[in-house]
Nanobody, 125 residues
């Protein structure tokens, strides 16, 4: 069973930056890809970014393109989300998740088999 643990959340002012980390532990970790999701109060959880484990090919939601960067470090079994130019609308609980196969769509949660517990990101002055 893979365990995913997020860290790096917190309170940041608008236009500030944060870097989230998601460390995987457990059995040999070799997913097809990893995703970052977020859920704001009163809203459904949504995909933010995804990365293919083998070659770091990436996917971004339109709302974060140009501001967020997803990356991974195979040697540390860790995926990162660098978030720049943060806006109040980015306030949410951020989750990482692993997907075992290519699937059909980065956005479909049922294509992910392990989830972290989430880390709160609050953007406010």
């Amino acid at each position: 069973q893979v365990q995913l643990v997020e860290s790096g959340g917190g309170l940041v002012q608008p236009e500030g930056s944060l870097r989230l980390s998601c460390a995987a532990s457990g059995r040999t970790f070799s997913p097809w890809g990893m995703g970052w999701f977020r859920q704001a109060p009163g809203k459904e959880r949504e995909i933010v970014a995804g990365i293919r484990w083998s070659d770091s090919s990436t996917y971004y939601a339109d709302s974060v393109k140009g501001r967020f960067t997803i990356s991974r470090d195979k040697s540390k079994n860790t995926v990162y989300l660098q978030m720049n130019s943060l806006k109040p609308d980015d306030t949410a609980v951020y989750y990482c998740a692993s997907r075992p196969a290519v699937g059909s769509n980065w956005r479909w949660e049922n294509e992910y088999d392990s989830w972290g517990q989430g880390t709160q990101v609050t953007v406010s002055s």
